[in-house]
C-alpha cells in the first residue's frame, strides 16, 4: 500500500517552533544550583544527576507552582562497569558515574509556549538536550519531552517536583 500525496508532501507550520528551543545551558550551574536528586537507570546502565536553579527550587520548597525564570538541568553519566559488566554502586547506593554522556534540561519564560500548539505546550516550558561540550545536540525536536510532560500539569510538568520541594527544605 502507498502513503497518499498528502502524508508524503504535508508539512506542518507549527513543527519548526518545536525543533527550536529557547533553552540555554547554564555555565555556572555547578556553583549556584542545588543538586537535589539521583537516579540509576539500569536498563541503560546509567546514573542522572538532577539539579535546579533557586527560581524552582523555592517554588517548590513553598509548595508553589514552578515560575518563569526556573531551570532544571540533568546530567547524564555512564555508569561504571565492573568485572561482571553490571554498574558499580558507591555507598550511598547510586551507580558510580564514569563518563558524562550528555546534559538535558527544562527551562520555561514568559512567551515560551506561545508557538507551541495546546495538545503539546506545558504552559511557558520549553526542553533542550546538550552535548557534553554543552553545545544543543542537532536534530533534537522538543516534541517528545512536552508529550512526556504534558500529563504531569498538576506538578508544574515535573516528575521530581517531590525531591525538588524535600531539597528546599531544612534537614
Request: proline residues 6%; contains cysteine; positive net charge.
Amino acid at each position: 500500500m502507498q502513503p497518499s500525496a498528502a502524508l508524503t508532501t504535508a508539512k506542518s507550520d507549527f513543527l519548526p517552533n518545536l525543533a527550536k528551543s529557547q533553552v540555554r545551558f547554564p555555565e555556572d550551574y555547578q556553583k549556584t544550583y542545588t543538586k537535589y536528586h539521583t537516579i540509576n537507570f539500569p536498563a541503560t546502565q546509567q546514573v542522572r544527576h538532577y539539579f535546579a536553579n533557586n527560581a524552582a527550587l523555592q517554588a517548590a520548597k513553598d509548595g508553589k507552582t514552578v515560575p518563569n525564570g526556573a531551570l532544571l538541568l540533568v546530567e547524564v553519566h555512564a555508569a561504571k562497569l565492573g568485572a561482571d559488566k553490571k554498574p558499580v554502586t558507591g555507598p550511598d547506593g547510586f551507580f558510580v558515574a564514569e563518563k558524562l554522556m550528555f546534559y538535558t534540561a527544562m527551562a520555561r519564560d514568559a512567551g515560551w509556549g506561545k508557538d507551541i500548539p495546546d495538545m503539546l505546550r506545558n504552559e511557558e516550558w520549553n526542553y533542550a538536550v546538550f552535548t557534553a561540550a554543552k553545545q544543543h545536540r542537532p536534530g533534537v525536536n522538543q516534541a517528545e519531552c512536552l508529550a512526556c510532560h504534558k500529563p504531569f500539569d498538576n506538578t508544574s510538568y515535573l516528575f521530581t517536583l517531590k525531591q525538588l520541594a524535600d531539597a528546599g527544605k531544612p534537614k
